[in-house]
């Protein structure tokens, strides 16, 4: 069956299950006896295998087999739920969301066999309730097994040790010291499950002699990649006999060729510049079985696996679109339609000459669809951000355990929705800035308990909307940023000079922390403190058009806030000229728009201000930042709009106002698009382009 | 020349070239870049931009950069005339840009062995051509279009 043409669904439908998995098992940690979501894990974990069956990929099935039958045993209560469990429940998820991964980039899940998680699930099983440290140890011994599959998915450890041998196989063949011999193995034709096979006939040869080389390779004879026969080379003290009859007791083994062999004759072909696939398998007698190297064959296929990572993309960027937005669209189009026709009879009316009166009517209804088709469209576009933060409770859980302090996040806020192109872009920024709060925020648990705060440390994510912006913030109950320490380092860095630090306010002293490569973790830790964070993240937002800030009370904690524009597209912007030239500002970033008088204008620290209602502004003059022509003539009173970014306020002098105007964003095209002052250009009603201030560069 | 030989055998194959003309001299554009030949229209100066990029143009709805190939190869700056336009490349690597001529005067078919290597004359300053080819008596710098784009800041 041609199940490709479901590949996007099950891709879709998968990483549904697996975050719908994720959340119930963090619920189930919490409360283990639920039933109810012990139910839910079950059903999703049922559908995995379900649809993993029918894509074909058994690995994938197999493992969640596994999983299904570990809720099976709590469903009915014979298993009690414990860390342990959660610990190796989830790195069934890892491993599942890792076939996905490869299904993504190949549509074919892979070699990863998990053979040591699915032997820790049945472990954990045969475990049951009475050997609750098993699982335990079997977790720790974990982490050791993971990595191994990688590069040679070897499943049985016999083998595996074998294959480790192998780089000095022909010493290794000298050194055994025993008569070695070689065997040649036939499988019958019908045979179906070839790699078993192969399996006991290994199995058997075992209890007599050790087998030293495999050809073709242990991987592959398990993959099955191999015809009808297969050759190996053992050294053994004991009579040949009774080994060849255990071999051929193997049902569906037709024939065992087998002979002496000396390690002499594999020196010469190993001599030999790469003698690797030489020896033909089918070569029967007993034909010595060249030691092809088994890691070798492996690591290729290996390669050529990631090759075709690279080179098979199979999904494209989709978005579920609620059923509802798309028929608004469609209403709105259909308006759009009898809008045009309505304005073309007007312009086709009999009387020649248009009516006035009767096109402002039809121009301003064509205004209003417009406008609500723009929302729609923009409606389409905005995803919640859920997606994105729903993997961090499960992250900080990780952490929890890693960095051995109890800590909770708390999320609120995740339906707001955004702009589709910074939702995909948010979640490392706000992973950081997480990790951030866990690794360097929340204090060891008895520092907590001496500074009389409750041993669990609380992160907080925090996602709503203000205006046309999406505010997040992420903060911690924690120790808060010590600005002393700040100081020192960014002093020690040769950043500022011992007097210039002492005028700095707090605030310019937290400033330091996302300057590049200014990392304050003492230690470096695998989570933080490589000092590429903050600097990354800072970017990172602001190549998204939003900012970020840090507020922090020292014993108390800190809070950062992202900020993020709603959309990236289309923005309310006040045009205003200079000179002959038109700019964009754009509207949420606007304060107030102010008439002053040139004889009210401060000098502090020889710089412009203002001061305006007890705030001081510095005046930004946009001509001479922009290199404008020189005014002939100084007029008395001068237009200032008074901009916000984040705390920071600014008064940008233009020439002239000209209003409020909804404007596309266009990129100035890669050779300008380095530019620090304009950010972008729209085009005007007129055709005329203008460009647009990038308010957060010039404040 | 054993080179130029060895392609005369190799490929006949003619290439199209629009010959434009920038001060005195006459130059040609590969026409496989060439996505479009417009008039002058306004342009749009970009603040804080590199020199010889003029600005922006609404190129149906599009902005496309516009730089002028005077200031870029050192020239007095543009006098745009009647006669003036700009050709609108399109490169794979960063899409539309427009560059400023004086005048577009044909298109020509030039096969490789009417094209000779540049003379190494000018060397150390960044040359902008790879070749000059023939056309009856005159003489046609054939632009080496990555040259002009690259190096923004050179």
Do not use: W
């Not at chain 1, 289309?570 to 754009?586: P, S």
């Not at chain 1, 209003?659 to 304009?678: A, F, H, P, R, T």
């Not at chain 2, 040359?127 to 990555?146: A, K, R």
Request: with cysteine; proline share 4%; charged share 25%.
């Amino acid at each position: 069956m041609d199940v490709s043409q479901y590949l996007d669904i099950f891709i879709d439908e998968t990483s549904g299950h697996i975050q719908s998995l994720s959340d119930n098992i963090m619920a189930l940690e919490k409360d283990p006896e639920n039933k109810d979501t012990i139910n839910e894990i079950f059903r999703a974990a049922h559908s995995l295998k379900g649809m993993a069956g029918t894509m074909g990929f058994k690995r994938m099935q197999h493992l969640t087999h596994d999983m299904e039958n570990v809720f099976q045993e709590v469903r009915n209560d014979n298993v009690k739920v414990n860390s342990a469990l959660i610990d190796i429940l989830f790195q069934c998820l890892d491993a599942i969301e890792g076939y996905l991964e490869t299904v993504k980039g190949t549509s074919n899940e892979g070699t990863e066999e998990n053979e040591g998680l699915i032997n820790l699930l049945n472990n954990f099983l045969a475990g049951g309730d009475d050997a609750k440290d098993a699982p335990a140890a079997a977790a720790e011994s974990e982490p050791k097994e993971e990595p191994a599959p990688q590069e040679a998915a070897s499943t049985d450890s016999a083998l595996f040790k074998t294959l480790n041998l192998e780089a000095e196989v022909v010493d290794k063949l000298k050194a055994a010291n025993k008569p070695l011999i070689g065997m040649t193995i036939h499988i019958n034709k019908e045979c179906l499950l070839k790699a078993a096979r192969a399996f006991l006939v290994f199995k058997a040869v075992e209890d007599y002699a050790e087998i030293l080389v495999y050809d073709p390779s242990s991987q592959d004879i398990e993959d099955e990649k191999f015809e009808f026969d297969f050759s190996i080379i053992v050294a053994t003290d004991a009579d040949v006999a009774p080994m060849i009859e255990s071999v051929k007791a193997v049902s569906e083994i037709e024939s065992v060729d087998y002979d002496k062999v000396t390690a002499d004759m594999y020196e010469k072909t190993e001599a030999a510049p790469a003698p690797e696939p030489a020896a033909e398998p089918q070569a029967a007698a007993p034909a010595a079985p060249k030691p092809a190297a088994p890691a070798a064959p492996a690591a290729k296929t290996s390669g050529q696996q990631a090759a075709a990572n690279v080179n098979k993309p199979v999904t494209s960027r989709t978005i579920r679109v609620d059923i509802e937005k798309l028929d608004a669209l469609m209403n709105q189009v259909s308006e759009l339609i009898i809008a045009k026709n309505s304005l073309a009879s007007v312009s086709n009316g009999d009387t020649g000459s248009l009516n006035g009166q009767q096109l402002h009517e039809q121009i301003e209804y064509l205004e209003r669809i417009t406008t609500n088709l723009h929302e729609s469209v923009m409606k389409v576009r905005m995803v919640p951000i859920e997606t994105v933060v729903n993997k961090f409770p499960r992250m900080i859980r990780d952490l929890s355990r890693k960095l051995s302090k109890p800590m909770e996040l708390y999320m609120s806020g995740e339906d707001t929705e955004l702009d589709r192109t910074v939702v995909d872009q948010i979640g490392d920024p706000l992973q950081h800035l997480l990790r951030n709060s866990a690794d360097h925020g929340i204090e060891m648990p008895d520092d907590r308990r001496a500074a009389g705060k409750p041993e669990q440390g609380n992160i907080f994510l925090k996602a709503f909307q203000e205006g046309n912006n999406v505010i997040i913030e992420v903060g911690d109950d924690g120790a808060g940023i010590d600005t002393e320490k700040v100081k020192a380092k960014a002093i020690e860095r040769g950043i500022v000079s011992a007097e210039e630090a002492e005028t700095l306010t707090q605030k310019e002293i937290i400033n330091f922390l996302f300057m590049p490569s200014f990392s304050m973790a003492k230690q470096i830790t695998d989570i933080s403190g490589r000092g590429v964070g903050l600097d990354v993240v800072k970017s990172n937002i602001e190549a998204l058009g939003g900012d970020v800030e840090v507020k922090s009370t020292l014993g108390e904690g800190s809070t950062f806030t992202v900020r993020l524009p709603l959309t990236l597209a289309i923005i309310q912007a006040l045009m205003v000229e200079v000179r002959d030239e038109k700019y964009a500002i754009a509207l949420a970033s606007i304060l107030t728009i102010e008439n002053i008088p040139v004889s009210s204008i401060k000098y502090v620290e020889a710089k412009e201000v203002i001061h305006l209602r007890d705030m001081v502004i510095p005046i930004i003059r946009l001509d001479k930042l922009l290199d404008s022509e020189p005014k002939e003539d100084d007029d008395e009173n001068m237009t200032v709009v008074i901009v916000k970014k984040g705390d920071t306020y600014g008064g940008i002098v233009v020439d002239n106002l000209i209003g409020q105007q909804e404007i596309v964003i266009k990129s100035l095209g890669k050779c300008l698009d380095n530019n620090k002052i304009i950010n972008g250009a729209t085009i005007l009603g007129d055709g005329e382009v203008a460009m647009i201030l990038d308010v957060n560069a010039i404040v | 020349m054993s080179d130029i030989a060895m392609l005369d055998v190799a490929e006949k194959e003619k290439v199209q070239y629009i010959v434009v003309k920038i001060g005195g001299e006459q130059y040609g554009i590969g026409i496989s870049n060439i996505d479009n030949i417009v008039r002058m229209c306004p342009i749009a100066r970009v603040a804080k931009a590199p020199f010889h990029y003029r600005g922006v143009i609404n190129l149906r709805g599009e902005v496309v950069p516009v730089m002028s190939l005077r200031r870029r190869m050192g020239l007095e700056d543009d006098v745009f005339t009647d006669a003036s336009r700009i050709i609108i490349l399109k490169l794979e690597s960063i899409g539309l840009i427009g560059v400023i001529v004086d005048e577009v005067k044909e298109v020509l078919s030039l096969s490789d062995d009417d094209i000779e290597p540049p003379t190494q004359a000018n060397k150390g300053k960044t040359s902008f051509i790879n070749g000059v080819g023939t056309n009856g008596d005159e003489l046609i710098s054939i632009f080496e279009i990555s040259s002009i784009i690259g190096d923004v800041d050179a």
